[in-house]
T-cell receptor, first 114, second 113 residues
Framework: GAVVSQHPSRVICKSGTSVKIECRSL??????MFWYRQFPKKSLMLMAT?????????EQGVEKDKFLINHASLTLSTLTVTSAHPEDSSFYIC??????????FGDGTRLSIL | GENVEQHPSTLSVQEGDSAVIKCTYS??????FPWYKQELGKRPQLIID?????GEKKDQRIAVTLNKTAKHFSLHITETQPEDSAVYFC????????????FGTGTQLKVEL
């Protein structure tokens, strides 16, 4: 149980393109999901907390207009990287909490901007 | 906010030896401390966690200890095997603070034959 699905797993696109990443909780409802960014050989950095039915809470230094988060249902949160540039290339991972504190992670999305 | 430090950044052990990874945290309100194993290009996988109301937890070859007074916690892996090779992350969160996880910087563990 507690499966988190993330799609797509890999995206390669041109600079200036907007990219949408989906995070779904398959067998549980998640009022809160989290979005992380991970650079090669680095740790996971929390970008924002996605709250169902309300605005996301962004961490300091993360541009809200650049990384749009929508959590329209109890099983789906989306992250849209708007007007992506090469510096946005990274591994993006979502997570959700099915019960108490344990966060279950999606498989991640490797985003490459040319 | 919370700050989690992790040492060492790399660790090489011989198969069958034990491996220990240490983390310290800064926020005394943190009350949940998970450890994740991440293989290259894959998702972090929870391997063990501990809550602040206990000092030690063990699951087969893996154990975690917590010292709340000193604000540090450690991962112990015994009888290491080649498949234990991966990057390990510690993390800390405060359930009352929205369950936001702050991760350590990671330890690359290599188990050599």
């Amino acid at each position: 149980g507690a499966v988190v699905s993330q799609h797509p797993s890999r995206v390669i696109c041109k600079s200036g393109t907007s990219v949408k990443i989906e995070c779904r909780s398959l067998d549980f409802q998640a009022t809160t999901m989290f979005w992380y960014r991970q650079f090669p050989k680095k740790s996971l950095m929390l970008m924002a907390t996605s709250n169902e039915g309300s605005k996301a809470t962004y961490e300091q230094g993360v541009e809200k207009d650049k990384f749009l988060i929508n959590h329209a249902s109890l099983t789906l949160s989306t992250l849209t990287v708007t007007s992506a540039h090469p510096e946005d290339s990274s591994f993006y991972i979502c997570s959700a909490i099915p019960g108490q504190e344990q966060q279950h992670f999606g498989d991640g999305t490797r985003l490459s901007i040319l | 906010g919370e700050n989690v430090e992790q040492h060492p950044s790399t660790l090489s052990v011989q198969e069958g030896d034990s491996a220990v990874i240490k983390c310290t945290y800064s926020d005394s309100a943190s009350n949940y401390f998970p450890w994740y194993k991440q293989e290259l290009g894959k998702r972090p996988q929870l391997i063990i966690d501990i809550r602040s109301n206990v000092g030690e937890k063990k699951d087969q070859r893996i154990a975690v200890t917590l010292n709340k007074t000193a604000k540090h916690f450690s991962l112990h892996i015994t009888e290491t095997q080649p498949e234990d090779s991966a990057v390990y992350f510690c993390a800390a969160s405060n359930r009352g603070g929205g369950n936001k996880l702050t991760f350590g910087t990671g330890t690359q563990l290599k188990v050599e034959l």
